[in-house]
């Protein structure tokens, strides 16, 4: 019973850090200083993707679940909950796909960011002269 609510604790945490990974850019928008958190995470996310690397947390959920008493999956967190769910046909480039678009989708929401802050901050300059 402990492994089991230990192994879903760590599926949490293993999902909440993919989405944060993915929208986190969004959070930044509002919280500037969470940029600081999920840069490193975005980087971290980009070298499991294009590295094929294991994530840690994956092999520490499934000793997790074989001590509970369950079958273990096999391979890595997203290709057996995310992808076997979203796309279950998906061919090797599914990763590296991924692993470009979510490249590009912080590329376009920092750039953004920084044009706000740049616009910001030429108006209070402005402000200040007069």
């Given at each position: 019973?402990?492994y089991?609510?230990l192994?879903?604790?760590v599926?949490?945490?293993?999902f909440s850090f993919?989405?944060?990974v993915?929208a986190?850019?969004?959070?930044?928008?509002?919280?500037?200083?969470?940029a600081?958190l999920?840069?490193?995470a975005?980087?971290?996310?980009?070298?499991?993707?294009?590295l094929?690397?294991?994530?840690?947390?994956t092999p520490w959920?499934?000793?997790l679940?074989l001590r509970?008493?369950?079958?273990a999956?096999?391979?890595g967190?997203?290709?057996?909950?995310?992808?076997s769910?979203i796309?279950?046909?998906?061919?090797?480039?599914?990763?590296?796909?991924?692993g470009i678009?979510?490249?590009?989708?912080?590329?376009v929401i920092?750039?953004w960011?920084?044009?706000r802050?740049?616009a910001?901050?030429?108006g209070n300059?402005?402000?200040?002269r007069?």
């Open positions: 019973m402990l089991h609510l192994a879903d604790l599926f949490l945490l293993h993919i989405v944060f993915i986190g850019g969004l959070v930044v928008l509002k919280w500037h200083w969470v600081f999920h840069i490193p975005v980087i971290w996310g980009l070298a499991i993707e294009f094929s690397a294991p994530c840690p947390l959920e499934q000793q679940l509970a008493g369950e079958e999956y096999r391979g967190f997203i290709d057996h909950y995310i992808v769910l796309y279950p046909d998906a061919n090797p480039r599914f990763f590296l796909e991924a678009f979510l490249l590009v989708l912080n590329c920092y750039a960011i920084i044009m802050m740049r910001k901050k030429r300059e402005v402000e200040a007069r």
